[in-house]
Nanobody, 124 residues
């Protein structure tokens, strides 16, 4: 059974940092692009960041560029999202997702697998 399990969420003050992790199990994800999405209360799920199978090509939403960094450890089947200079508008449930790299779209509807999410709350 394929599972993506997020961890690392919590409560942090504005300006602080958090590191999210997403551990994949049930199969190897070396041929998958991995992504982070988030959904704030009352809003649609939005793309945050992604990393291709080669671990070098990355994408970021404009709202997080320069503050968030995505990385992956293929040996551990894990990806990370380092979040710095957090703002209250970063408050959301953060979801890990995987899409077969050859079909890369970066769109939520294109993802093959999803985690259940981890809550990040940034207090101002």
């Amino acid at each position: 059974q394929v599972q993506l399990v997020e961890s690392g969420g919590g409560l942090v003050q504005a300006g602080g940092s958090l590191r999210l992790s997403c551990a994949a199990s049930g199969r190897t994800f070396s041929n998958y692009a991995m992504a982070w999405f988030r959904q704030a209360p009352g809003k649609e799920r939005e793309f945050v960041a992604a990393i291709r199978w080669n671990a070098f090509t990355t994408y970021y939403a404009e709202s997080v560029k320069g503050r968030f960094t995505i990385s992956r450890d293929k040996g551990k089947n894990t990806i990370y999202l380092q979040m710095n200079s957090l703002k209250s508008e970063d408050t959301a449930v953060y979801y890990c997702a995987a899409e077969y790299d050859s079909n890369w779209s970066g769109m939520a509807h294109g993802m093959n697998y999803w985690g259940k999410g981890t809550l990040v709350t940034v207090s101002s």
